[in-house]
């Protein structure tokens, strides 16, 4: 018998870490979902445990409708209480009501800036008070390129995913303040033109018109927008920060 026996590495195994994904039921979501499960530990989201189409397995699930601010705070308790290790989050749930701004309701107007602005917001603070405790950390804002271009009907939503853009990059800035010796790190992702439930929306005419600025020649698979996560979530993008990366196909 060996003096020392070899240790038998296939029973140590090392602890994942753990990433939320909001919007994680279908679409983008869901893609990402798909691209790092294995990978990490995942905490998943959507408004209602119904949304899901697809078998969770052993991920965790959070829900709640970030157009109800109520249900946003306890959502941040939550990931408080039960997630005080996580290592990333994903905010990629959205939404988009299109309409002029002469006929939008205030009530659509709120529910945009809730949904893709303030309930972002409130989930990055916490995870940054997670992540400042921990000294690791990243966050990753699902902008648009709607939030640099501008687009006609798409005023508030253009407006919440411009405001992701800046609130990423001055995120970014504050936290290398505030954790000097290691790094939380925090971009943005501007989709372009992506197949998914919110561009089987747009009307055939304005997707013609989008087709035609697009030198790619077609529209984005969510799984591409899920390998660029995948790549930022890494250490192989440790330099990566107050960055918005565009995914488009060259749209313009
Ligand atoms: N598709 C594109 O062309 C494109 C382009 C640029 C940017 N983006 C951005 O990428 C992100 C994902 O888009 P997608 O195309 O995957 O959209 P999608 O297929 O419509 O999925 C939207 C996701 O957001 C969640 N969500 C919507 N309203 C919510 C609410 N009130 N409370 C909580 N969760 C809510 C949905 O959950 P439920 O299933 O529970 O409703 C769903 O998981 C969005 O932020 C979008 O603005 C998309």
């Not at 809730?114 to 917001?121: C, G, M, R, T």
């Not at 920060?241 to 488009?248: L, P």
């Amino acid at each position: 018998m060996p003096l020392f026996p070899q240790q038998d590495t296939s029973i140590v195994k090392m602890k994942m870490k753990k990433i939320l994904i909001t919007g994680a039921s279908r679409g983008i979501g869901k893609a990402i979902k798909e691209r790092l499960a294995g990978e990490y530990e995942l905490v998943l989201h959507a408004s209602s445990p119904d949304s899901f189409k697809y078998d969770i397995g052993k991920h965790a699930l959070l829900c709640a409708d970030f157009s109800q601010p109520e249900q946003v705070q306890h959502f941040c308790k939550q990931l408080k209480k039960e997630h005080g290790d996580l290592y990333g989050v994903i905010n990629n749930a959205g939404l988009t009501i299109d309409n002029s701004l002469l006929f939008l309701p205030e009530r659509d107007i709120e529910t945009m800036l809730q949904v893709n602005l303030k309930a972002p917001i409130l989930i990055a603070k916490q995870a940054a008070k997670i992540f400042h405790s921990q000294q690791r950390g990243v966050i990753i804002n699902m902008s648009s390129i709607i939030g640099q271009t501008g687009n006609a009907y798409q005023s508030i939503y253009a407006a919440t995913k411009a405001g992701l853009v800046a609130f990423s990059k001055s995120l970014a800035q504050e936290l290398g303040r505030l954790n000097e010796q290691h790094q939380i790190r925090v971009n943005c992702i501007s989709p372009g033109l992506i197949d998914s439930e919110m561009s089987a929306k747009i009307p055939q005419i304005e997707l013609d018109k989008v087709m035609s600025n697009i030198p790619s020649n077609r529209i984005g698979k969510t799984q591409e927008v899920a390998d660029l996560v995948a790549f930022l979530v890494s250490e192989q993008a440790s330099y990566i920060n107050g960055a918005n990366i565009h995914i488009n196909g060259g749209l313009y």
